[in-house]
């Protein structure tokens, strides 16, 4: 019993330190999209002293450039806008 519970304890350990909800999340949402089901959504994306940042699925998304910001809205098929520029 006690393997059982340390197993159970590395993997919710190991699914917190790589992202695997927000990873589930992420494909889930691209499921959707590709079956037409789900609108654009729209990212605000705001100005940081590093680059620039966004809150997507309650996930906080860090840029270095606005090339990358660009980038990631392609991919994610969001349409961003910009607050603080």
Do not use: N, P
Request: proline share 0%; with cysteine; aromatic share 10%.
């Amino acid at each position: 019993m006690k393997l059982a519970h340390d197993v159970d304890e590395a993997c919710r350990r190991l699914g917190k330190l790589l992202h695997l909800d927000a990873l589930r999340r992420t494909f889930e949402a691209r499921a959707r999209i590709a079956q037409g089901s789900v609108q654009t959504e729209w990212v605000i994306v705001y100005r940081t002293a590093k680059g620039f940042c966004c809150m997507y699925r309650g996930v906080a998304v860090e840029f270095e450039d606005m090339l990358g910001v660009q980038l990631w809205s392609e991919e994610m098929e969001v349409q961003t806008y910009f607050i603080g520029l």
